[in-house]
């Protein structure tokens, strides 16, 4: 994900337009695990250009040179030419997925994906069956994987799966009456596993009253898929959600999305994707849609009431926040201020060294085939959470939350994780109790 979008597909014009600075370099997350140029945002620029002037085979080594990348968009924010980098890899990756097909629980996953009831099914079997599996429960919300799958890493933590869903836990409309209207996209790892943000998020918005509407047909975003070069599971989902977002967007005032993937992919990639497709009219689409599509701390925060209510309550709570600003929340969207300046009312920060390096999650493919990467670029995350001496982590994104979790699990760092929009909640609910 970057800024800029023209004509991503011209991989030599993007070599061409790399003057070989070297700024991207000490800010790249895979580079700072793996040290060799070929896996800095420079080498990769490089050989996809060598590749389409037909100099470089799309190889097995080629390949997992670009599927090293963590799309964190570090090098997009500091390249005087914003050159987007992120952009050509997932480029890239779908000519890999065209050569080498996509590892069959990949498939498995983004099947899941376009057919939300097949996952719902999935999910509860899985809610079922996890105590044959995952026994110990976590501090920071996670399940700790006792045997040896496949494609996970034994004693890794987990998100643990909810009994029932977010989506169909709550009925479409609530707060019938309230004075203004609110959708809710809930993302999938909330939806399934971390569902306590959907629940706070429904109470502060029934706080401010709010009324509040659940799509229930939404689907995934379609961000995996993105990231690992399945552009036909992205076009089939964004193209069902577009057509549905586009029967309720009249009604309702905005969007508001808790998971900073989920957003960005929303209101920055669809747009994207398919006007690099030569699609212009579902470009068009996407981009009308993108005006009532926002992160939740940062709606709450400029367009309701929220801060004033929070700084009038008048309570501190003795546990400080440490903040992670996720890659797709502050250099996708620009979001950073919005979540603090709402946390700061109840609760001291602490600020991280680095509260804008990458936490490392990186996507699916890191996530199962390259996971030493992930477990490589998280330890620094942990090291600099535990330094700031905050008893909490927060960032409003579950990948995030899953690959910091783990993280601070596999450091032995004993801090918790939480959604901002949870925190918030319960400086809300502490008041009633008083
Ligand atoms: S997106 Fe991140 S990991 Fe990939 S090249 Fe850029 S800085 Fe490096
Ligand atoms: S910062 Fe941009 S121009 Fe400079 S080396 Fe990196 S990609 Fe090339």
């Known amino acids: 994900m970057s800024n800029q979008a023209e004509d991503i597909f011209n991989f030599t014009a993007t070599s061409d337009e790399c003057i070989k600075c070297g700024k991207c370099i000490p800010v790249c997350t895979i580079h700072n695990v793996n040290a060799d140029e070929v896996t800095s945002p420079r080498g ?102 006792r045997f040896n799958l496949p494609i996970l890493k034994a004693d890794r933590l987990l998100p643990s799966l909810s009994k029932t869903s977010f989506l169909n836990k709550y009925p479409s409309t609530i707060n019938r009456d309230g004075a203004r209207r609110v959708a809710i996209f809930i993302g999938c790892l909330a939806n399934y596993n971390y569902t306590g943000i959907g629940d706070s998020l429904v109470d502060v918005l029934k706080e401010l009253n709010i009324e509040i509407f659940i799509p229930k047909k939404q689907k995934c975003c379609s961000a995996p898929a993105y990231f690992t070069g399945d552009f036909y599971t992205v076009e089939t989902l964004t193209k069902q959600n577009i057509e549905y977002f586009e029967s309720f967007f009249e009604d309702i005032e905005a969007m508001i999305i808790p998971e900073a993937t989920c957003s960005a992919m929303i209101k920055h990639d669809w747009e994207i994707f398919f006007k690099n497709r030569g699609m212009d009219d579902w470009a068009a689409r996407a981009k009308k849609l993108n005006k009532k599509i926002f992160m939740a701390t940062e709606w709450l925060y400029k367009e309701t009431e929220l801060k004033a209510i929070l700084d009038e309550r008048d309570i501190r709570f003795e546990e400080s926040i440490t903040y992670h600003d996720a890659c797709h929340a ?104 008083d």
Not at 356 to 379: M, P, Y
């Open 44 to 145: 990769f620029i490089d050989l996809l250009g060598e590749y389409q002037r037909g100099n470089l085979d799309l190889d097995k080594q080629a390949k997992d040179i670009f599927e090293s990348c963590f799309l964190c968009t570090n090098c997009v924010d500091v390249c005087p030419n914003s050159l987007p980098t992120d952009m050509v890899i997932e480029e890239v990756r779908a000519d890999i997925a065209d050569k080498y097909g996509i590892a069959w629980f990949k498939r498995a996953f983004f099947t899941l994906l376009r057919y939300r009831w097949l996952m719902d099914i999935m999910m509860k079997l899985g809610f079922v069956f996890k105590t044959c599996g995952f026994k110990q429960e976590s501090k920071a919300g996670g399940m700790r994987a």
């Open 330 to 433: 502050k250099k996708v969207q620009g979001i950073e201020r919005e979540p603090r300046e709402l946390l700061k009312s109840n609760y001291e920060i602490k600020e991280m060294s680095d509260p804008n390096r990458c936490c490392g999650f990186g996507g699916v493919t890191i996530q199962s085939e390259k996971f030493h990467l992930a477990q490589a670029a998280g330890k620094p995350k942990a090291a600099m959470i535990e330094q700031s001496g905050a008893q909490i982590v927060s960032a409003e994104c579950s990948a995030c939350r899953m690959q910091i979790s783990n993280s601070l699990y596999q450091n032995g760092v004993d801090v918790e994780f939480k959604n901002p929009i949870e925190l918030i909640d319960k400086a809300l609910k502490e008041r009633k109790s």
